[in-house]
C-alpha cells in the first residue's frame, strides 16, 4: 500500500510516519484485503490537531475518517478507530464486493462547477437567473449497484452520492434523510 502522509503547516517527523504506517496499515489489511492507496493528513485547528484519512480500495471504494485531540498521536488514534470501526462494520458486505467484482469500480468523467452564493444581496433584484461559475472541475461518477452506493456513502460520510446504477445504466443518487434513513432517486 502507498501511503502519503503530510502535515498543513506543521513539521511531520518520521516516527509519527512510522507510526501512522503500521497503525494504520494493520486496521485496513484486517479488513479490506488489497488497499491501493492511503492519504494521511494532519493540521492544528485552535489549540486541537486534526488528523484526516482517506484509503482507496482495489475495488474503487473509498473510506474517509477525521478525529481531533490535543496532541498529534492521540488525533491519529481517534482517526483510526474511526477508520476501523467504519471498515469492520462493512468487512462481509466489503469481502462479499471484492468477491464478486472482478474488475475495479468503473469511473466516467464528468464536469463539476462551484456557483457562487447570493447571500450577500438580497434585497436587490439579481440582473440574471443564470448562476455566476466560480470554479470548473472534472468529478468522477462510479457505476456501482445501489447496495455498493449506500455502502460507499457511509463509507465516506458524505451526506449524498452521484452514481451510474450498474443494473440500469441511468444517473441515480443516494442521500442520507433527516429521519436517519436512505433516500434513492432512480429516475426513468
Same mark, same amino acid.
Given at each position: 500500500?502507498?501511503?502519503?502522509?503530510?502535515?498543513k503547516h506543521i513539521d511531520i517527523g518520521e516516527a509519527l510516519q512510522t507510526h501512522v504506517t503500521d497503525e494504520l496499515g494493520n486496521t485496513v489489511e484486517?479488513?479490506?484485503?488489497?488497499?491501493?492507496?492511503?492519504?494521511?493528513?494532519? !493540521?492544528? !485547528?485552535?489549540?486541537?490537531?486534526?488528523c484526516e484519512a482517506v484509503v482507496?480500495? !482495489?475495488?474503487?471504494?473509498?473510506?474517509?475518517?477525521?478525529a481531533h485531540a490535543n496532541e498529534i498521536y492521540a488525533a491519529f488514534e481517534g482517526c483510526n478507530e474511526?477508520?476501523?470501526?467504519?471498515?469492520?462494520?462493512?468487512?462481509?458486505?466489503?469481502?462479499?464486493?471484492?468477491?464478486e467484482r472482478a474488475e475495479p469500480v468503473e469511473l466516467m468523467n464528468a464536469p463539476s462547477y462551484i456557483l457562487a452564493s447570493d447571500n450577500d444581496d438580497r434585497e436587490s433584484e439579481p440582473e440574471s437567473l443564470q448562476p455566476?461559475?466560480?470554479?470548473?472541475?472534472?468529478?468522477r461518477i462510479p457505476a456501482l449497484s445501489v447496495g455498493e452506493a449506500v455502502m460507499q456513502m457511509e463509507l465516506a460520510?458524505?451526506?449524498v452520492l452521484v452514481f451510474r446504477n450498474e443494473g440500469?445504466?441511468?444517473l441515480n443518487v443516494v442521500y442520507r434523510r433527516e429521519d436517519g434513513n436512505i433516500g434513492w432517486i432512480d429516475p426513468n
Amino acid at each position: 500500500m502507498r501511503y502519503q502522509i503530510t502535515g498543513k503547516h506543521i513539521d511531520i517527523g518520521e516516527a509519527l510516519q512510522t507510526h501512522v504506517t503500521d497503525e494504520l496499515g494493520n486496521t485496513v489489511e484486517k479488513y479490506a484485503g488489497r488497499p491501493t492507496d492511503a492519504t494521511v493528513v494532519f !493540521s492544528k !485547528s485552535g489549540h486541537e490537531f486534526v488528523c484526516e484519512a482517506v484509503v482507496h480500495l !482495489s475495488t474503487g471504494l473509498t473510506a474517509q475518517a477525521k478525529a481531533h485531540a490535543n496532541e498529534i498521536y492521540a488525533a491519529f488514534e481517534g482517526c483510526n478507530e474511526k477508520m476501523d470501526k467504519q471498515l469492520r462494520r462493512y468487512k462481509r458486505r466489503l469481502k462479499d464486493h471484492h468477491r464478486e467484482r472482478a474488475e475495479p469500480v468503473e469511473l466516467m468523467n464528468a464536469p463539476s462547477y462551484i456557483l457562487a452564493s447570493d447571500n450577500d444581496d438580497r434585497e436587490s433584484e439579481p440582473e440574471s437567473l443564470q448562476p455566476i461559475i466560480i470554479a470548473e472541475m472534472e468529478t468522477r461518477i462510479p457505476a456501482l449497484s445501489v447496495g455498493e452506493a449506500v455502502m460507499q456513502m457511509e463509507l465516506a460520510g458524505a451526506p449524498v452520492l452521484v452514481f451510474r446504477n450498474e443494473g440500469k445504466e441511468g444517473l441515480n443518487v443516494v442521500y442520507r434523510r433527516e429521519d436517519g434513513n436512505i433516500g434513492w432517486i432512480d429516475p426513468n
